[in-house]
């Protein structure tokens, strides 16, 4: 078995160790002996990207996300659109995470229209939502806890067919009132979470292995790993705060 992992955007978008998120996983699939290659598509690359199983796009400020627009829209955009709707595996982490949406308009009324790939919008407000937090996974993403970190100024809000990747315990969330955070559509996991949020969610990393494999090889049940530590850390963070 082998999974192809693409690092889209790793000159851009990559912020409080997201690429953490990469190295997990490459851990995760090794320590059980699977395969792994990871290939990283930068900003003005021409890429063919049909052959992954799986998409990181990690998180950026402002000015990062509106310069690899035109970047989206004349290269990689349509390639990106039909591997979601493919069920292709996708962790998309806050900037990166509002990339997949209509658009982003920042607290001083500049818009970034994105792709549009799922249907929901962000609106950067004055106050920034920062800290460390806490959310529930959604039944059909697994109902484990998650803590991370967010620090963002986009308030996003769902389309009325869309699905939240989980439920608020503690924190701000998409926008810091309806209690939802991040988005779940076909197999793609968008959250405000950086940490970066795999190594110390070790549920969530089986999760997004356990997804992808299925969708590659039909049936896959993951060896159970020795994760005291990882558990450990995801206690202390949630205990904490
Ligand atoms: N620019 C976005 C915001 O502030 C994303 C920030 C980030 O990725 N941390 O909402």
């Known amino acids: 078995m082998e999974l192809k992992i693409c690092h889209l955007y790793p000159d851009v978008l990559n912020l409080y160790g997201d690429r953490g998120n990469i190295l997990c996983l490459q851990k995760r699939l090794e320590w059980r002996g699977i395969e792994c290659r990871v290939d990283y598509v930068?900003?003005?690359e021409q890429s063919d990207l049909t052959g992954y199983d799986l998409f990181f796009i990690g998180g950026g400020q402002d000015f990062d996300q509106e310069i690899l627009l035109e970047d989206l829209r004349t290269r990689k955009g349509p390639e990106i659109g039909a591997a979601?709707?493919?069920?292709?595996t996708f962790l998309c982490i806050c900037g990166g995470y509002?990339?997949?949406?209509?658009?982003y308009e920042t607290a001083e009324g500049e818009k970034c229209e994105f792709l549009g790939a799922i249907d929901f919008y962000t609106v950067g407000g004055k106050k920034r939502?920062?800290?460390?937090?806490?959310f529930r996974l959604g039944d059909e993403s697994g109902g484990s806890t998650v803590v991370g970190f967010e620090n963002h100024s986009g308030r996003t809000r769902l389309g009325s067919g869309v699905r939240p990747l989980g439920k608020v315990l503690k924190g701000y969330g998409n926008n810091g009132k309806d209690k939802t955070e991040g988005v779940r559509y076909r197999n793609a996991f968008c959250t405000y979470s950086h940490g970066p949020v795999l190594p110390k969610n070790p549920a969530f990393a089986d999760l997004l292995l356990e997804t992808t494999l299925r969708r590659k090889y039909g049936a896959c049940t993951l060896e159970p790993l020795?994760?005291?530590f990882e558990?450990?850390?995801?206690?202390?963070v949630l205990k904490k705060i």
Not at 98 to 103: F, L, R
Not at 231 to 236: F, P, R, S, V
Request: glycine share 14%.
């Open 231 to 236: 558990n450990l850390a995801h206690d202390t």
């Open 226 to 228: 020795q994760d005291q």
């Open 98 to 103: 509002q990339m997949m949406g209509h658009y």
């Open 129 to 134: 939502m920062i800290g460390n937090y806490a």
């Open 84 to 88: 979601l709707e493919d069920g292709r």
């Open 42 to 44: 930068k900003l003005g």
